[in-house]
């Protein structure tokens, strides 16, 4: 039994967990602990606060052999700077402070690659069922608070996991009110371009309730106004009180708000329409998993049609897709799992 350290770290909060690994390559939690991240000077004393609580709580000594972290931001040679954290990472001055003899640093959606190998199929919902092709590639799309994009390579009896800047690509408008919104949004921010990422993310969907709002006078209902308004107060700061976009998928949710039904139509199809460009991109026959927060919390809203509708649309080349396994990934832990699963491969 090998002791691994995993762990996923945001610029918001620390997740830890400590997990068995067997030679039959069974993982089993033992302990898990989440921290406000701002509160640490860095990574260093925030683990062994950890590993001390987990050692305490166990009544035994725990001291890992491996470790893996998943950082929110890019990774290159083992070293991360997280500038929101004000935190220089490197594996090689973890290993020694932490005596810890492996470790390495990975892309949060490098992990999410890593984890969606260890998930049960009762953690996945099937949204196109297809037999998944074992020598074909798989494909990651996730929204949250960005937009994540990767992708799995099969290397012999194993898979070669790639993180991407997809969602940094440029947004496609694809109708007559997704170009009015691309305008709209290089009208705003006074840019000359416009990412993906900033219409399917947490932070698209304000930015679809804002342009219905002001670009087509679509009505407001007070309670949603007033969220609405506190979070562009708040815009640019570190702290945020509220969930604009997570009060607006609730009201769509329950039928309460026209406008965030509205919106929500919106966001799911430029969601599916995404999934499928990475898709013709990629031929993921070996299936495309759909992670990130706001699937897994929207459930509805992207098994109601729209989503595989618009990744099917793909003019002459549709066919194409309609092979490609496709599933909303429900384990929120995926991350933490791949960066176990990655540990367990040091």
């Known amino acids: 039994m090998t002791l691994i350290l995993a762990g996923d770290i945001g610029g918001t909060n620390t997740r830890l967990q400590l ?26 004393p925030l ?29 290159v040679n083992n070293t991360s700077v997280l500038t929101n954290l004000g935190w220089t990472l490197g594996a090689q001055r973890l290993q020694e402070s932490l005596h810890i003899k492996n470790v390495a640093l990975i892309n949060d959606f490098a992990a999410v690659g890593y984890g969606i190998l260890g998930l049960k199929q009762s953690e996945l919902y099937t949204l196109q069922a297809q037999e998944p092709n074992p020598h074909a590639p798989i494909a990651i799309i996730g929204a949250g608070t960005g937009l994540g994009e990767g992708f799995l390579i099969p290397q ?29 949004l290089q009208n705003k921010y006074q840019i000359s371009r416009v990412s993906v990422e900033r219409v399917v993310s947490g932070q698209g969907i304000v930015a679809l309730y804002q342009f219905l709002r002001d670009y087509q006078q679509e009505k407001e209902s007070p309670e949603i106004a007033k969220i609405v308004r506190q979070w ?25 708000d026209s406008l965030c039904e509205k919106v ?45 509708r618009a990744f099917l649309h793909k003019g002459r080349v549709s066919h194409l897709l309609e092979r490609v396994p496709v599933y909303v990934v429900l384990n929120q832990n995926v991350g933490l799992l791949g960066a176990a699963i990655c540990a367990s491969r040091l």
């Open 47 to 75: 683990v062994k606060q950890f590993l001390r609580e987990s050692s305490q709580e166990l009544a035994e000594m725990k001291t890992p052999e491996k470790a893996c972290f998943a950082i929110a931001g890019p990774v």
């Open 19 to 44: 997990v068995e690994f067997s030679a039959g390559g069974d993982f089993k939690p033992v302990c898990e602990k989440v921290y406000a991240s701002q509160e640490y000077p860095d990574l260093v």
């Open 156 to 184: 012999g009896g194993s898979y070669e996991i790639f993180a991407s800047e997809g969602g940094h690509a440029d947004f496609a408008p694809r109708n007559l009110s997704e170009f009015q919104l691309l305008q709209y």
């Open 232 to 256: 562009e107060r708040e815009a640019g700061g570190n702290e945020k009180s509220i969930d604009a976009a997570a009060a607006i998928a609730s009201a769509a949710a329950e039928k309460r």
């Open 264 to 308: 929500m139509q919106m966001f799911v199809e430029a969601y599916g329409a995404e999934a499928g460009n990475l898709a013709l991109k990629l031929l993921p026959y070996g299936g495309l998993y759909i992670a990130g927060g706001i699937a897994a919390k929207n459930l509805s809203a992207i098994t109601s049609g729209s989503f595989m």
